[in-house]
């Protein structure tokens, strides 16, 4: 899709996020190792926000951690 914008000369941005380890009922589980870095929705939103504000058009198709870190895939 980002791609195809590109084509259409399309000011659309379109980044993929990675939201964090964000503690909400589906981490409340047993399990045998400790899930570290666990951040609140508040923060996860906060954080992917500024990412997002920080992007132009020439990151357009690229994945992005709330940590602002550029993540592979």
Sequence with gaps: ???EL???DDDTI???MHPGEVATEMT???IAWQV???ITPEQSVASMINVIQSKG????GTFW???DK???W
């Design 1 to 3: 899709m980002a791609a």
């Design 65 to 67: 951690t709330w940590e």
């Design 36 to 38: 570290e870095g666990i």
């Design 70 to 72: 550029l993540y592979p």
């Design 6 to 8: 590109k084509r259409n």
């Design 14 to 16: 379109i980044l993929a």
């Design 28 to 30: 409340n589980i047993d």
């Design 57 to 60: 058009i020439q990151h357009s």
